[in-house]
């Protein structure tokens, strides 16, 4: 009896342990020059860069020290890899007034299959439309949005780890929009035309008869692809607030009738015509 007391009492301080081991786990913090604060472990450091995992992952970055103020490690060391005072223009906060920034859309087609360069085509319509309607507003290009996107290691894949907050100071915008297009086939209709074709002249038998003209008869077919169509849009601002969203089915049933929702929607958000 005292040694299944004794292995209970070992289990749960065993148990108690672990709990606390996991309770007061801590990570590497690493402060970039970009403002951005990123917190994993430090695997490796040289001269020039360090190795870097993380928080919940386990794919290594390499990150250069140019690119980094301070690291302050899991131990509490704080380490200076830059000047501060010679970071802050770095570091300052960045002016978002008065800019706006379209992100790629999604784009999903009949397979529900995400289509990138179509995305990419969304976008810049949205961005026309809007750029020729803008008073004061300064809608950024999306050759622009899509570099400092790209630059900051934000793919299609990995945007939805990121608050809009985030995205707006990676951006340097107030305001961040971005929408879905999806585009099914709903039904494929069908037509034809015949015609015929008669050969000139007529003449009678020695009755009085007349006989018919003779001729061929042309046919022609045509197919046409009906598409439903829906578009949702949505805004946020730099401080991670929804100021607009909504969803919409198109009238229309052509392969482009997201362009007409798309001027609908954009119509009726708060930043059209600022």
Known sequence: MKKIFFACIIMVAALYSSAQTKAVQKFDTVYMKSSEIKIGFITAM?????????????????????????????????????????????????????????????????????????????????????????????????????????????????????????LCNILGVAYVLRGTVTSNMSSVTSSGNASYNAKDGSSADKNGVSNKSSGSVYASNTT??????????????????KVYGQDRTSFWTTVDAYKNTLQFLLKKTPIYGL
């Open 224 to 241: 046409q692809e009906n598409f439903r169509t829906s578009v949702l849009m949505e805004i946020y601002t730099d401080e991670g607030k």
């Open 46 to 166: 040289n001269d020039v860069s360090i190795d870097f995992v993380h928080k919940g992952e386990t794919l290594s970055y390499t990150l250069k020290k140019p690119d980094i103020v301070k690291i302050v490690f899991s131990s509490g060391r704080v380490e200076m890899i830059n000047d501060p005072e010679a970071s802050k223009a770095a570091v300052a906060p960045v002016d978002h007034h008065n800019k706006a920034a379209v992100l790629p859309f999604n784009y999903i087609n009949t397979q529900q299959e995400n289509n990138p360069e179509m995305g990419f085509k969304v976008q810049q319509e949205c961005y026309t439309f809007l750029s020729n309607k803008s008073v004061s507003l300064q809608i950024q290009d999306p050759v622009t949005t899509n570099a400092m996107l790209g630059k900051a290691g934000i793919t299609p894949e990995n945007i939805r780890n990121y608050t809009m907050p985030e």
